[in-house]
Nanobody
C-alpha cells in the first residue's frame, strides 16, 4: 500500500506559478512511476505529467508542455509539479498517482494508488 498526500495548491492570477508536492509513504517510493492528473468541474480527469522511477524519463500533456515540470526526490519520497505561466484553463483539482508500468503512464485506469487531490484556481 502507498499513501499519497498532495499539497501546494491555491489561488493564483494568470501568469503566476505554483509548485505542487506529493509526499508518499508506505511501500518503496522508487518502485513506482508517478503521474499528475487533473480534473476540472464537469470534465473528465486528464493526464498532466508523468515521471519514471529514476526520474530519467518524463512525459507531458501537450497543453502543459513548456510550462509545467515534473520532478521527484526519491530520498524524500516526494514528487513535484512546478507550474509556471498558469492559465485560467489550468483550474482543476490536481491528483498525484503511482503506477507500476511506465508504458501506461498516461492512462489513469492503470494507476495503483491515488492521492486525495489539491485545488488549483487560476483567475484571469
Amino acid at each position: 500500500q502507498v499513501q499519497l498526500v498532495e499539497s501546494g495548491g491555491g489561488s493564483v492570477q494568470a501568469g503566476g506559478s505554483l509548485r505542487l508536492s506529493c509526499a508518499a509513504s508506505g511501500r518503496t517510493f522508487n518502485n513506482y512511476h508517478m503521474g499528475w492528473f487533473r480534473q476540472a468541474p464537469g470534465k473528465e480527469r486528464e493526464f498532466v505529467a508523468g515521471i519514471s522511477r529514476s526520474g530519467a524519463l518524463t512525459n507531458y500533456a501537450d497543453s502543459v508542455k513548456g510550462r509545467f515540470t515534473i520532478s521527484r526526490d526519491n530520498a524524500k519520497n516526494t514528487v513535484y509539479l512546478q507550474m509556471n505561466s498558469l492559465k485560467p484553463e489550468d483550474t482543476a483539482v490536481y491528483y498525484c498517482a503511482a503506477n507500476s508500468v511506465y508504458g501506461t503512464i498516461r492512462d489513469d485506469d492503470r494507476y495503483d494508488y491515488w492521492g486525495q487531490g489539491t485545488q488549483v484556481t487560476v483567475s484571469s
